[in-house]
């Protein structure tokens, strides 16, 4: 209850203080100065609508390039595909050890059905790459 309280306090606080600086700033700031403010804020207040506007119609656009670029596709069919390819690695990597793609990985036949030069797992060591690996720097 003592919390209640204490923030009815400030609120009433703050409602107060800010009655009193404007009373203070109407006597004691000019009207243009005032007109100019209120400009000031009619500025900043299309800027935050164009803002709004921009991001919008960004998101809708980007909605649009989505749909148009999933319209054919069959998600169902390619995640099956994948969940597929996925488990031949996993069973063909058990089976031979190392070995990097089978001869029944779909992905092989650019390949001719064979498997990666010095096996799968080894990577390509470049003396010009520096700890993190691959850079372009």
């Known amino acids: 209850m003592r919390r ?19 009373e203070v700033t109407d006597r004691h700031v000019p009207a243009g100065a005032r007109s100019a403010l209120g400009a000031a804020a009619g500025v900043t207040g299309a800027v935050r609508r164009a803002r ?8 809708q656009r980007e909605s649009e390039l989505r749909a148009d670029l999933l319209a054919g596709a069959d998600l169902a069919r390619s995640r099956t595909t994948v969940d597929a390819w996925r488990a031949q690695r996993a069973a063909s990597s058990g089976a031979d ?7 029944s990985d779909p992905r092989a036949g650019d390949r001719g059905g064979r498997a990666r030069p010095g ?8 003396p010009e790459d ?3 690996g691959y850079s372009f720097y």
């Not at 709004?52 to 119609?57: C, Q």
């Open 52 to 59: 709004e506007e921009f991001r919008t119609a960004t998101a």
């Open 119 to 126: 096996g799968g797992s080894h990577r390509a060591e470049d």
């Open 130 to 132: 520096g700890p993190e």
């Open 4 to 22: 209640l309280f204490w923030v009815a306090v400030g609120a009433a606080g703050t409602v107060t203080a800010l009655r009193k600086a404007r």
């Open 97 to 103: 050890g190392a070995s990097g793609a089978s001869a």
